[in-house]
């Protein structure tokens, strides 16, 4: 069978995190809302190898996995309750999504579909428009890294609840907007605005600051309570390769995003360290199979955030005071790649070793809950 994704892994990553998020996330969402827009804003399709159902796009990802929460929830196609919008720029590009979406709509008929030709900057508004569900997603996943300027992505900041995704291209990011390029100033004011581009170029410009500027602007200018990145590494340079940008009104959302990236980049981990042992010939006694080699940059990034939870958590309180649990474990998921269930688990050790108060906890109660309020201990 052929590998629809041989040589570009971190693709397949990026898509598995997508899908794993689109599913629980449209499942949770439509039992509060009753609809919702998913909008690709840079649909593509481009680079694919699957002209046909293109199942290795995000257009495919997401039309399988809401066409299944559909289904799962009883849509009726006389009321579809969940819209794919897609939007793309390339006029070649563009009929080819336009004919796909066609042929395609009998095969998804829960869903409603359209599309656009255009830059999603000139579209925006038109999208806006069009997209009048109650609840939006909005995949900003671009071949570079203009395009989606802030003032672009604040049109959807009309009144209705929304989510953000946006792939962060480490490559572009450094040629463009940190590597001494002669429109630097320029790349990063259309990345991030004008006044925090102005700021960056005063200091010590690094690929790091520029996207910890990004999450700042996405809480602070488009208004998201939480923000946090998922890093996809090139399983061939162990490099990042892209950077996922999320943000949220929920604490629920940090939770579905760290579960989709946990089942996604663990299994890129694997397929980085096949690839490996596949270049090495199979030598299965080499040096290979050294713990630190089989688990991949991912892996090896979650064992030191497991091993410094406690001392966020603790650095949280510090700042924020008494919080609920639910609140608590977002603010830390923001920093580290970690569960829930593995903060309520540190949390319960810093209880028994009485760095936490006790009071959240009710007899025969074994972790934290929702609503729990976590305290630091007194002085």
């Not at 890093?231 to 162990?238: A, T």
């Not at 663990?266 to 199979?282: E, I, L, P």
């Not at 050790?349 to 074994?366: C, G, L």
Request: charged content about 30%; hydrophobic content about 35%; some cysteine.
């Amino acid at each position: 069978m052929q590998d629809l994704y041989a040589g570009r892994e971190q693709s397949k990553a990026k898509h598995e995190i997508y899908a794993r998020y689109l599913v629980p996330f449209a499942t949770k969402i439509l039992s509060t809302w009753r609809t919702i827009d998913v909008i690709d804003g840079f649909a593509g399709p481009w680079k694919n190898n699957d002209t046909l159902n293109l199942s290795d796009t995000s257009i495919g990802v997401s039309l399988r996995e809401l066409s299944k929460v559909a289904e799962q929830q009883g849509h009726e196609a006389s009321s579809p309750r969940i819209r794919c919008i897609y939007n793309e720029a390339d006029p070649d590009s563009y009929q080819i999504l336009k004919a796909f979406i066609e042929r395609s709509k009998p095969e998804y008929p829960l869903l409603k579909l359209l599309t656009f030709e255009g830059t999603f900057e000139q579209n925006s508004v038109a999208i806006d428009r069009a997209a009048d569900h109650q609840f939006r997603l909005l995949f900003v996943d671009p071949t570079g890294y203009s395009g989606f300027p802030p003032s672009c992505l604040r049109t959807f900041d009309n009144g209705r609840s929304y989510e953000i995704i946006v792939n962060m291209m480490r490559s572009f990011l450094e040629r463009q907007a940190t590597g001494g390029h002669p429109d630097t100033r320029k790349n990063l004011a259309g990345l991030l605005g004008a006044k925090r581009a102005e700021r960056l170029v005063r200091g010590d410009l690094t690929i790091e600051l520029v996207e910890q500027e990004y999450l700042k602007m996405l809480k602070e200018d488009l208004g998201f309570r939480f923000s946090c990145y998922s890093p996809i590494h090139n399983p061939d340079r162990d490099q990042i390769h892209f950077n996922l940008a999320y943000g949220t009104n929920h604490p629920e959302g940090l939770e579905v995003l760290r579960n989709a990236e946990f089942k996604a980049l663990s299994d890129h981990d694997r397929t980085r360290f096949t690839k490996k042992v596949d270049q090495k010939g199979g030598d299965l006694f080499g040096d290979m199979f050294d713990e630190i080699e089989v688990r991949g940059p991912y892996l090896r990034a979650r064992q030191e955030h497991c091993e410094r939870v406690e001392s966020t958590i603790r650095s949280v309180l510090i700042k924020h005071g008494a919080t609920e649990f639910f609140e608590l474990a977002a603010k830390v998921q923001e920093q580290l790649y970690l569960k829930r269930t593995e903060i309520g688990a540190a949390i319960v050790n810093m209880t028994k070793a009485e760095i936490v108060s006790d009071q959240w906890r009710q007899p025969r109660q074994r972790k934290p809950r929702h609503k729990d309020v976590i305290t630091l201990m007194s002085s």
